[in-house]
């Protein structure tokens, strides 16, 4: 059992009507006064106390000690929420190991209810600079009252809204199956990062996927990746077919392709790509510019 899971099975119904005070008020304080959190949790003195004491001591709040005694929702506060109705909406019935740490997410394995291995996926937006989140986010912008906890929301919001639309156009990404919070949950896919990825059978053919997927993106769902690398793209092996397919993950950074910077950002993510099969697996036939030119539709192949 993972820790993440352990913690969350400490707690009780009184422990998350305290959690879910504090989550009410995320977005007008950043420690809660006390007065508001006696008077909307509606518990009796001695077992607030307790409550706050326990999500204190188990680092799922923190407290601010001064002249006015307030609380806040840390990650892992924020974490059990998440679980909470996931659970109970019956999209998740277990929480497994963690499986990998990334810049701005923590990676779990969980099972369904009906025993089905997914991915759950929590953001953690605010590991990078709070400029560089500025600068390349379109969800921050004009919210100065978003703390991280909300801009990891909304980043959850914006990479399943993504995932949706990408796995009807039969792109070659995650399935979705649900999110609340900043919490997403996919289809597990059983395969490598490409970056570790060392033998190909057809390396002409992986990056062909890729760019079709980054072309059905582009065309049918109307965004690009914007931070595309050998780290979000994860080569499974087709059995059946006998052949390897790279599934692009991680798309929370995404622009509009009406943004100013979509066509700046779409360069970058096909010239990265395209450079790095080159290095990697010596892949010299396959050019940027027409690469661009079949994922804009200009042309039908590559």
Partial sequence: MSKLAYIYKQLNKRDFRVLLVLEKYLTQYEY???????????????????????????????????????????YLGYDCLAIRSLVERGVLAALGDRMGVGKESDVYVGLTPAEEKVIVKFLRIGRTSFRQTKRVRDYTRDRPEYGWLLQSKVAAEKEYKALDLLWKASAKVPR??????????????????????????????????????LRKAYL???????????????????????VEEPYIIDWPQYVYREDPQSEYLLRRDVEYIIRFFNRKYRLKNIEVERALSYIRGEINEI
């Fill in 176 to 213: 979705p199956i649900g999110r609340s919070r900043h919490v997403v949950v996919t289809s597990y896919l059983e395969g490598i990062e490409l970056y570790r990825y060392k033998d190909p059978m057809d390396p002409e053919y992986m990056l062909k996927v890729i760019l079709d997927t």
């Fill in 32 to 74: 809660v006064p006390i007065e508001i959190i006696e008077r909307e949790a509606r518990l009796p003195p001695p077992q607030l106390s307790m409550s706050l004491s326990k999500l204190s001591r188990l680092k799922i709040i923190k407290r601010r000690i001064g002249s006015l005694t307030g609380y806040r929702l840390t």
């Fill in 220 to 242: 049918e769902v109307g965004i690009v990746h914007g931070d595309l690398s050998e780290y979000n793209v994860l080569v499974v092996i087709d059995e059946e077919k006998e």
